[in-house]
C-alpha cells in the first residue's frame, strides 16, 4: 500500500539501564533469564495455566521475569519474578537474557527480533498466530497452542529454544537482515510524519478503494457478473438436457 511505511523495530538502539534492584537480581544468577510476557491486553491466567507455567519454570536454571497484574500464586518458585510493568526493550537487549516467551505481538516480535532473543511463541488471537508461524518457519523459535500447553510441553520448548544453538543463530541472522537497512526506522517515521504534513494529509499516497462507491467496494457488480454466467451456464445446461430427453423420448415413439 502506497500509504504504509514499515518502521517496525523503532527502538531497536535504545537499551535503556535497568532498575538497580533487577538488574542485581538477574545477576545473582549463572544461566542468564527468561522474558514472558503476553501482552497489555492479558494481565492474567486462570490459575490452571498459571501453574503450568510455574512448574515449567520451576525446573529450569534460569531465572523468569514476568509481566503479571494479577493475584500472586502462592509457591512461587524462587527464580521467578513477578512485574505490574516490565521494561521490555530493556531487558531484551540485556546480554544475559537467553528466550522470550511472548504472544507474538508485532511490537514484541520486532523486538525480540531486533535483539536476537530466541523465542517461544503462545499467539492469542489476531495476527498473532500468522506472525508466530511466520518466525517459527524461519528456525527462530517454537509455537505452542495456549489451550494444549503442559508443563512437559512448555519445559521442553524452552531447552530447545535456549541449549540447541540453531536458534540463536538463525534469529541472529533475521536480525542483522532486519537492522541493514538504509534509513534508521526513526528517522524514516519522523520523515513520513513531516511528509505528510507538508503535504496536507498526503491524499495522493490514499489507496483507491477510497475512491469507490458501495457497489465497487463489496465487489457486487463482480458477484452479479458471475452470477450472470453461473445462471446462464445453468440454464444452457437444462436446455440441452431437456432436448436430449426429447429427441430420446421421440425416437423411442417412433420404434
Known sequence: MPNMVLVGGINCHVRNPLPEDLESWLLDGE????????????????????????????????????????????????????????????????????????????????????????????????????????????????????????????????????????????????????KDRLVDPLDLSVYWTEYVMRNKGAKHLKAAVHGLNWIQYYCLDVIALLATVVLVFVILTVKCFKLIFWKLSRKRKQD
Open 31 to 178: 544461566h542468564g533469564f527468561v522474558v514472558f510476557t503476553l501482552g497489555t491486553m492479558v494481565s492474567d491466567l486462570p490459575e490452571e495455566r498459571t501453574s503450568v507455567f510455574l512448574e515449567a519454570f520451576r525446573q529450569i536454571p534460569q531465572k523468569v521475569v514476568w509481566r503479571y497484574t494479577g493475584p500472586v500464586p502462592d509457591n512461587v518458585p524462587e527464580n521467578v519474578k513477578f512485574m505490574k510493568w516490565a521494561p521490555q526493550n530493556d531487558l531484551l537487549a540485556h546480554p544475559e537474557v537467553r528466550a522470550f516467551i511472548t504472544h507474538a505481538g508485532s511490537h514484541g516480535l520486532f523486538e525480540g527480533l531486533c535483539h536476537a532473543v530466541p523465542m517461544v511463541m503462545v499467539p492469542l488471537g489476531g495476527d498473532q498466530p500468522d506472525n508466530a508461524q511466520r518466525l517459527a518457519s524461519r528456525g527462530a523459535g517454537l509455537v505452542l497452542d495456549i489451550f494444549d500447553i503442559t508443563t512437559e510441553i512448555l519445559l521442553q520448548a524452552l531447552n530447545e529454544v535456549i541449549n540447541d544453538t540453531r536458534y540463536k543463530e538463525n534469529v541472529q541472522k533475521l536480525s542483522d537482515l532486519h
